[in-house]
Every structure is written in C-alpha cells, then in structure tokens.
C-alpha cells in the first residue's frame, strides 16, 4: 500500500528556511493531490498548502507568503519550503496525500508519521 | 481562516456512546459536504475516520458514525471501547477568504 516519509533537518535557526521532502512508497504521486499539514506540540492541526502532480497549487493565506511546496515526478517526492521562520513554525510536519473533488478537498486519507521540527539558535 | 470549534474534551463509559461537535460557518461546514474526522493517538499521525460528513473509508468499525446539520458536523461513537481513547479533530473545505481547508481545535476523549 502506498506509504509517505517524511524527511529533513530537524532543527533550524529562526530567520532561515526550513526545508522537507515526502517520499510517496507503493504507489505513483499521480494522479493525486499532496499536501502539508503542521501541529505545534500539544496543539491541533494547521494546513499548510497542497500541489496537484502536473505542479498546479494551493496555500493556506496565513503561510503563503512564506511557503512553496514543489514536485518531482521522477523521484516520487514533494516537497515544502517554509522561509523565515521564527520559533512559533517549530510543530511535527506531516505529509498526506489529498483527495480532491474538482476544485474542492474531500480528505486527507493517507499520512507519513511526521518528522519533529524545532527553530531555535 | 478560524479553525472550527470543537468541545476541548469529552468522557464516556464503555459501551456508551458519545458525540463530538464542529462547528464552522456557511463557508465551510454549513456550505460544503465536504467534512471529515480523523483520531489521533499520542505520537502518531491522524487517521481518516469519516469523510464526506458520514462516510467511512474501509477498515473503519461501523461504531464511528458522522452527521451535519445547518453549520454543525458531528461525530458520534457508539459502543465506546478503550481503543478510542484519543484526540479527534475536524475537517472541512472553506471557500473564505480563498479555497482551503480549516481543522478544528481537537477534542480529547477519555474512556473512564
């Protein structure tokens, strides 16, 4: 069955760009739709943006100044830029895989296990 | 973009059941049927539960069940087991002020 990982830095020191990739496992990234999701310690959930395999995306208007989310077919990984951040962008970084409705999100049905990021000097 | 509101927690006994609210507005929940539920387990990602207001993807026990009425969804738990101990959030499609997606706050549910 399909499977997403998550990978990248850890930590990041505030002002700089926090970068990282999902790898998408038993199965092709098309024709889907991929997304990034956010949960600060002990807090709920934040979306962050998808992109649909052709590169076509979607931001969440609070991050999206701050956010690219880009694509690579050939490697079957997407993949998240968050620029600027300060220490209120440390959460775990979830990956999923979007199920779309024309131009509408139906769900997130398939999610990697997240990877911890903390901004701090 | 606010998130939905959700009760922060709620308890039931085993074998009862219990109900979650989310509340959103008629850009979101009250516009679309487009809401979905996920549980959480400490450490571990969110799992679809419900989409679609009250569809469940397979492998889900039939003891989760979800409705919408006006600007409010709803996930009911019948059968409540110790399993279901988690936190549980909200999902719906928002058209304000662009296309997107709001969660909920989560609602913690302890099985006493």
């Known amino acids: 069955q399909v499977q997403l990982q998550e990978s990248g830095p850890g930590l990041v020191k505030p002002s700089e760009t926090l970068s990282l990739s999902c790898t998408v496992s038993g199965g092709s990234i098309r024709p889907y739709y991929w997304s990034w999701i956010r949960q600060p310690p002990g807090k709920g959930l934040e979306w962050i943006g998808y992109?649909?395999?052709?590169?076509?995306?979607n931001y969440n208007p609070s991050l999206k100044s701050r956010v690219t989310i880009s694509v690579d077919t050939s490697k079957n990984r997407f993949s998240l830029k968050l620029s600027s951040v300060t220490a209120a962008d440390t959460a775990v970084y979830y990956c999923a895989r979007a199920l779309i409705v024309g131009a509408t999100i139906e769900a997130f049905d398939i999610w990697g296990q997240g990877t911890l990021v903390t901004v701090s000097s | 973009q606010s998130a939905l509101t959700q009760p922060a927690s709620v308890s039931g006994s085993p074998g009862q059941s219990i109900t979650i609210s989310c509340t959103g507005t008629s850009s979101d929940v009250g516009g679309y049927n487009f809401v979905s539920w996920y549980q959480q387990h400490p450490g571990k990602a969110p799992k679809l539960m419900i989409y679609e207001v009250n569809n469940r993807p397979s492998g889900v026990s039939n003891r989760f069940s979800g409705s919408k009425s006006g600007n409010t969804a709803s996930l009911t738990i019948s059968g409540l087991q110790a399993e279901d101990e988690a936190d549980y959030y909200c999902?719906?499609?928002?058209?304000?002020?662009?296309?997107?997606?709001?969660f909920g706050g989560g609602t913690k549910l302890t099985v006493l």
């Open positions: 992109i649909y395999y052709s590169g076509n995306t």
């Open positions: 999902n719906s499609f928002t058209s304000s002020p662009t296309l997107g997606v709001l």
